[in-house]
């Protein structure tokens, strides 16, 4: 279903990335887009396949995974209303070099990958958009290289849970040990371990596939400054273009 007006406009203006936009612009990239609800674990691209289409995120959550031949993969990247996927489909590069998965389900708005590289074409605001974002995500790819390499377990775990919060703008979190230890690359009982830790410190609580954040700063004193790095990159970077909806979290 394609929503039209006022509901189009709320809604669209959950995404950080149309909201930065002229509203001349945004209401022409919308008149092609369509308000879509996503599945948890639903496919949306997979690599080395052309990309059909592009997604802005509003309410869900998306995990970018470079496949691996011995597992599901090993996520380089996550996406909520912050941005979308893919902003290298709109700036010339068709093919996406990870697979997308639905992380959290929820809604973003969809369109054509040919039809968005057509409005990038004519569209200024949007060119600079995504071409700021893309080079946010691949500033943040690899910063996470680094962090693997050299931070601890329960300082990435830290790390991440700020970054589901950020993106789903609450504080339950739905995810199991099991998403945790493939997304952090670690064994599932060092996950349990840290979680552990995390929740005897009263930072959190949690339960199957549920954590509570319950002291936010007391996880940022323990992150690593990883995160702190990639607000300030994203802040830095998409600040003045993409300003940040009022319902959306303080970081």
């Known amino acids: 279903m394609t929503l039209r007006g006022e509901l189009a406009i709320n ?21 092609n887009a369509t308000c879509v609800e996503l599945d948890a674990q639903s496919t949306l691209s997979t690599a080395g396949y052309p990309l059909r289409y592009a997604y802005f995120p509003t309410s869900c959550l998306i995990g970018l995974m470079v496949p691996q031949a011995s597992d599901s993969g090993f996520e380089v990247g996550l996406i909520g209303f912050e941005g979308m996927h893919d902003a290298g489909c709109a700036l010339g590069l068709p093919t996406p070099v990870s697979d997308a998965i639905v992380r959290v389900p929820g809604h973003a708005w969809r369109i054509e990958a040919a039809v968005l590289a057509g409005h990038v074409l004519v569209c200024k605001t949007l060119r600079n958009t995504l071409t700021a974002y893309s080079y946010v995500q691949h500033t943040a790819m690899a910063g996470r290289a680094v962090c693997g390499q050299f931070h601890s ?32 690359g670690a064994r599932r009982a060092g996950i349990t371990e840290a979680a552990g830790t995390l929740q005897k410190l009263g930072l959190i609580r949690y339960c199957r596939g549920h954590i509570v954040v319950i002291d936010r700063p007391g996880l940022k004193a323990i992150a690593c400054d990883c995160y702190a790095q990639d607000v300030a990159t994203y802040e830095g970077t998409m600040g003045e273009l993409s300003p940040a909806p009022a319902a959306s979290e303080a970081t």
């Open 153 to 184: 377990l329960i300082q990435r775990l830290c790390n991440y849970l700020l970054k589901l919060q950020d993106r789903l703008r609450s504080a339950d979190l739905l995810i199991t040990h099991d998403a945790l230890s493939r997304i952090l």
């Open 11 to 31: 809604i669209s203006l959950s995404n950080r990335l149309l909201a930065g936009l002229p509203a001349c612009d945004r209401q022409l990239l919308l008149a």
